[in-house]
Protein backbone atom coordinates (compact mmCIF):
# COMPACT_ATOMS: atom_id res chain seq x y z
CA UNK A 1 0.00 0.00 0.00
CA UNK A 2 2.73 2.52 -1.10
CA UNK A 3 0.33 4.98 -2.09
CA UNK A 4 -1.68 5.24 1.04
CA UNK A 5 0.97 6.78 3.55
CA UNK A 6 2.19 9.42 0.84
CA UNK A 7 0.62 11.03 -1.99
CA UNK A 8 2.07 10.92 -6.32
CA UNK A 9 2.32 14.34 -5.28
CA UNK A 10 4.78 13.97 -2.86
CA UNK A 11 6.47 11.59 -5.38
CA UNK A 12 6.36 13.76 -7.94
CA UNK A 13 7.64 17.22 -5.77
CA UNK A 14 11.24 14.57 -4.95
CA UNK A 15 11.54 13.35 -8.52
CA UNK A 16 11.05 16.80 -9.87
CA UNK A 17 13.34 17.77 -12.83
CA UNK A 18 14.79 14.20 -12.94
CA UNK A 19 15.53 13.04 -16.72
CA UNK A 20 13.75 10.03 -18.28
CA UNK A 21 14.45 7.31 -18.85
CA UNK A 22 15.21 6.45 -15.20
CA UNK A 23 16.04 3.10 -14.28
CA UNK A 24 15.14 2.41 -10.47
CA UNK A 25 18.92 2.99 -9.07
CA UNK A 26 18.42 6.51 -10.78
CA UNK A 27 14.98 7.47 -9.28
CA UNK A 28 16.58 6.45 -5.68
CA UNK A 29 19.45 8.69 -5.93
CA UNK A 30 17.27 11.36 -6.89
CA UNK A 31 15.20 11.14 -4.51
CA UNK A 32 18.09 10.80 -1.96
CA UNK A 33 19.88 13.67 -3.35
CA UNK A 34 16.53 15.68 -2.95
CA UNK A 35 15.79 14.92 0.65
CA UNK A 36 13.15 12.40 0.26
CA UNK A 37 11.66 10.84 3.37
CA UNK A 38 11.96 7.70 4.31
CA UNK A 39 8.87 6.56 3.07
CA UNK A 40 8.90 8.11 -0.48
CA UNK A 41 12.40 6.24 -0.21
CA UNK A 42 11.23 2.73 0.86
CA UNK A 43 8.26 3.17 -2.23
CA UNK A 44 11.20 3.91 -4.51
CA UNK A 45 13.20 1.16 -3.83
CA UNK A 46 9.97 -1.48 -3.33
CA UNK A 47 9.50 -0.98 -7.37
CA UNK A 48 10.00 -3.39 -9.77
CA UNK A 49 13.26 -3.28 -11.59
CA UNK A 50 12.69 -1.67 -15.06
CA UNK A 51 13.51 1.42 -17.11
CA UNK A 52 10.55 4.02 -16.27
CA UNK A 53 10.08 6.98 -19.24
CA UNK A 54 7.99 9.33 -17.55
CA UNK A 55 6.52 10.11 -13.83
CA UNK A 56 3.12 7.74 -14.84
CA UNK A 57 5.26 4.90 -15.37
CA UNK A 58 7.04 6.06 -11.95
CA UNK A 59 3.32 5.77 -10.84
CA UNK A 60 2.31 2.58 -12.07
CA UNK A 61 5.45 0.96 -10.76
CA UNK A 62 4.92 2.54 -7.51
CA UNK A 63 1.55 0.48 -7.01
CA UNK A 64 3.13 -2.12 -8.24
CA UNK A 65 5.70 -2.27 -5.58
CA UNK A 66 7.21 -5.76 -4.60
CA UNK A 67 5.55 -7.18 -1.24
Do not use: C, R
Request: no cysteine; charged share 20%; hydrophobic share 40%.
Amino acid sequence: MPLASHSTATIAQVLSGIDFPADKQKLVDYAQKNNADNEVLEAIKQMPEAEYTSMADVFKGVGQSNK
